[in-house]
């Protein structure tokens, strides 16, 4: 299986700081990476497919970036409904995996 | 609106069976292949478990059925020989309509249902 590794798996922040997540796949995935958000207590959110393809409703402070191996979500200022945890995705190959997820607090 | 809501036992023995089904509103049913379950232990990350009735995800080695009725416009997932290592929250999960090859992604979710796996 293809392992995605987040990190950091933790940071704190504060509105309206801006904030990159890396997500590194165990080997080329091309660009098939999404990346998702959840709330505590909520299911999780669809943010970004393809690496870089903002989901209809997303803000534009979302962006995603990357191929092969390494990929980055970024947030350009951080708004309050921000502070989340965040997944990737790897849709390359069965079974498809998720990364461990990285948990994004209030400084 | 699409929306789906999952409904089951919390709470199973160990070696039995837990079952959960999803409801699906706003969006008819058609191939299992749109829709599928993954599942998050109590404080930890996501695992896909399954896709479909074809897709499973080997960790649960064979114990995973899914089946569709679309009379009822529902999905159903079976996972058998339970151990506490299948306590979670379960999530049943539409797929991204995308390219006919493309591998999922999940663009609706229920809010989920925790089961727990104790005597």
């Known amino acids: 299986a293809i392992r995605m590794t987040q990190s950091p798996s933790s940071l704190s922040a504060s509105t309206g700081d801006r904030v990159t997540i890396a997500c590194r796949a165990s080997l080329d995935i091309s660009n098939y990476v999404a990346w998702y958000q959840q709330r505590p207590g909520r299911a999780p959110k669809l943010l970004i497919s393809?690496?870089?393809t903002l989901q209809s409703g997303v803000p534009s402070r979302f962006s995603g970036s990357g191929s092969g191996t390494d990929f980055t979500l970024t947030i350009t200022s951080l708004q309050s409904e921000d502070f989340a945890t965040y997944y990737c995705?790897?849709?390359?190959?069965?079974?498809?995996?998720f990364g461990g997820g990285t948990k994004v607090e209030i400084k | 609106q699409v929306q789906l809501q999952e409904s089951g036992p919390g709470l199973v023995k160990p070696s039995e069976t837990l079952s959960l089904t999803c409801a699906v509103s706003?969006?008819?049913?058609?191939?299992?292949?749109?829709w599928g379950w993954i599942r998050q232990p109590p404080g930890k990350g996501l695992e896909w478990i399954g896709t479909?009735?074809?897709y499973h995800n080997p960790s649960l080695k064979g114990r995973v059925t899914l089946s569709l009725d679309t009379s009822k416009n529902q999905f159903s997932l079976r996972v058998t020989s339970v151990t506490a290592a299948d306590t979670a929250v379960y999530f049943c999960v539409r797929v991204r309509p995308a390219k006919q090859w493309e591998l999922p992604t999940f663009d609706y979710w229920g809010q989920g249902s925790l089961v727990t796996v104790s005597s």
């Open positions: 479909g009735s074809t």
């Open positions: 706003g969006y008819s049913i058609t191939n299992t292949f749109q």
């Open positions: 995705q790897q849709y390359f190959s069965y079974p498809l995996t």
């Open positions: 393809a690496a870089s």
